[in-house]
């Protein structure tokens, strides 16, 4: 079973910063990449920032020079570093994992996980 463990969100005012972590554990053969989207109530879930296990990454054009997305692969964990952080961030912001399980016959499996949500509410 493979769990995620997100911390780091909360009440900034307009301008503030934050810092999300989302930490992966469980039975993991292997990480394609970790990601941050981001959902507000009557709006599809969007994506934030990615990140591959390569370390190449990947933002929404709204965030870019803004938020910075990084990983400690030892530790199956990837950040969210937010700064300048605007009222129409304000969302429920969520980890995904897309990893690979593999069985006892060698077979690999590729899955998906998701996070159970942090709340960052930017606001005066």
């Known amino acids: 079973q493979v769990q995620l463990v997100e911390s780091g969100g909360g009440l900034v005012q307009p301008g503030g910063s934050l810092r999300l972590s989302c930490a992966a554990s469980?039975?993991?053969?292997?990480?394609?990449?970790m990601s941050w989207y981001r959902q507000v109530p009557g709006k599809q879930r969007e994506l934030v920032a990615s990140i591959t296990s390569g370390g190449k990454t990947n933002y929404a054009y709204s965030v870019k020079g803004r938020f910075t997305i990084s990983r400690d692969n030892a530790k199956n964990t990837v950040y969210l570093q937010m700064n300048s952080l605007k009222p129409e961030d304000t969302a429920v912001y969520y980890c995904?994992?897309?990893?690979?399980?593999?069985?006892?016959?060698?077979?690999?499996?590729?899955?998906?996980?998701w996070g159970q949500g942090t709340q960052v509410t930017v606001s005066s």
């Open positions: 995904n994992l897309d990893y690979t399980v593999r069985l006892r016959d060698n077979t690999v499996y590729q899955l998906e996980r």
């Open positions: 469980g039975s993991i053969f292997g990480i394609n990449a």
